[in-house]
């Protein structure tokens, strides 16, 4: 069958099978087979197992081979919150920020997200693109396979719309998976902020305007709210969701990040698909995680990158029972990374998550915070082909070398969609 394809060689295929998100003890189950093999056929997985199970069967001669030659293969990574379009780094800042300015005192002063406001909207679609296509593939060298990808750097209708069609375009023109989300409650756009009641008139501007045409036009599957000090409150925030659910995009927040308001509970009740961040998190909300279906989603980039010392109540989360996902952030303020094995190398020790634990919460758990759970994030037959290839001996070296580029293949769909180049001998 000419479009088959045997995977062999993996001395670890790390499977992450079993239907349904992972808590507690189950995140550290990853499904492990030495010597594992899968077969694929039309770029879904037809069967998985031992070598010797997989070679077994008729289909498996006569399809094309790929051996991995003894590397560790894992489902490809689903990165669960991105901030994908925007125009240009904020290095500037970054200096700032090292010489003693904090986030909020450098958005007072035009900097933050307006900073990248500005830049976007003098941006064209062509420029924007270009930058997105390229950091797109960095995510597939990366062993990243599906992204979640926000708008929120537009804040007027035609910058927003100008993102989210853009989101709509690179799903076809280029190999990964986006998940566009809606994120004009991001901040309260400058020309509102001058104006009385700016955040309300902002915020009715997005119904009237805004979601009716994101809706008809099929550019987002969720709506996102920043909740917090100098964004938007908790009863803005409920306003902007449920207006975005009467139009068919599912909630998720930016939650708890810089101080405490009640965003989780928030998030919790209107059963959000996940609340990110989480770092200011109280032991009631911990106890909420648990018993509910709303992803606690940990970006430990952001607080590294801004140098912050409070990470998210990792262990916490994961002993009451929440379905805890990492991701990246990516964004050119607070987390400029689109290392997924960065994450996890943060994860492990500012989070004090175990390299098992990582590896879950950034595949299957990822895939259940964007409601792919049945498609993506573990390797199992009926699923897709998405595979990333590392060079190591063992999992656990994924996230024990950092800062280094360790993905030696990535496969979108059982297409190989980046290989590293071979060493030099
Ligand atoms: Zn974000």
């Not at 995977?7 to 998100?21: E, Y």
């Not at 000090?229 to 927040?253: D, I, S, T, Y």
Request: aromatic fraction near 6%; proline fraction near 4%; hydrophobic fraction near 40%.
């Amino acid at each position: 069958m000419e479009n088959s394809l045997l995977i062999t060689g993996a001395s670890q295929l790390l499977t992450l099978r079993r239907v349904g998100p992972r808590r507690g003890d189950s995140l550290s189950n990853l499904g492990l087979i030495k010597d594992g093999a899968l077969l694929v056929r039309d770029g879904v997985i037809a069967a998985v197992g031992t070598r010797a199970q997989v070679e077994a069967l008729p289909e498996a001669r006569v399809a094309e081979k790929l051996d991995l030659g003894g590397r560790v293969a894992l489902p490809g990574f689903v990165d669960s919150h991105t901030h994908l379009i925007h125009a240009a780094s904020r290095a500037e800042e970054y200096e700032l920020k090292i010489a003693g300015a904090s986030y909020e005192e450098i958005a007072r002063k035009g900097g933050g997200i307006l900073n990248s406001v500005k830049k976007l909207r003098a941006a064209t679609a062509e420029e924007l693109k270009k930058r997105a296509k390229a950091a797109l593939r960095q995510f597939a060298a990366y062993g990243t396979t599906t992204i979640e990808a926000k708008s929120g750097y537009g804040l007027d209708v035609a910058s927003e719309l100008k993102i989210l069609k853009l989101h709509k375009e690179l799903a076809t023109e280029q190999p990964l998976e986006i998940a566009s989300t809606f994120l004009g409650a991001h901040v309260v756009p400058e020309e509102y902020r001058k104006k009385k009641d700016g955040a309300e008139r902002y915020i009715k501007m997005m119904e009237e305007n805004l979601l009716p045409e994101i809706a008809q036009k099929r550019l987002a599957e969720f709506c996102d709210v920043f909740c917090d000090r100098g964004a938007f409150n908790v009863a803005q925030a409920k306003r902007v969701l449920q207006a975005g659910r009467q139009w068919g995009l599912e909630p998720r927040m930016h939650a708890e990040q810089l101080s405490h308001t009640g965003a989780a509970q928030l998030g919790i009740l209107l059963r959000a698909a996940s609340c990110d961040h989480l770092e200011q998190l109280n032991k009631k909300d911990v106890r909420a995680f648990g018993k509910s279906e709303t992803v606690a989603t940990l970006l430990p980039g952001c607080d590294f990158h801004l140098g912050l010392k409070k990470y998210a109540p990792a262990r916490e989360l994961i002993e009451a029972g929440a379905i805890v996902a990492l991701a990246t952030d990516y964004n050119p303020g607070t987390s400029p990374t689109l290392s997924m094995p960065m994450i996890l190398s943060l994860a492990c020790t500012q989070l004090r998550m175990t390299p098992a634990e990582t590896i879950a919460a950034a595949t299957i758990n990822g895939a259940y915070a964007l409601g792919r759970e049945k498609r993506v994030g573990s390797l199992e037959v009926n699923k897709q082909a998405d595979v990333a290839v590392f060079e190591v001996a063992d999992y656990r070296e994924i996230p024990y070398y950092f800062g280094v580029n360790h993905c030696w293949m990535t496969l979108k769909r059982g297409r190989v969609i980046h290989a590293a180049n071979e060493p030099t001998t």
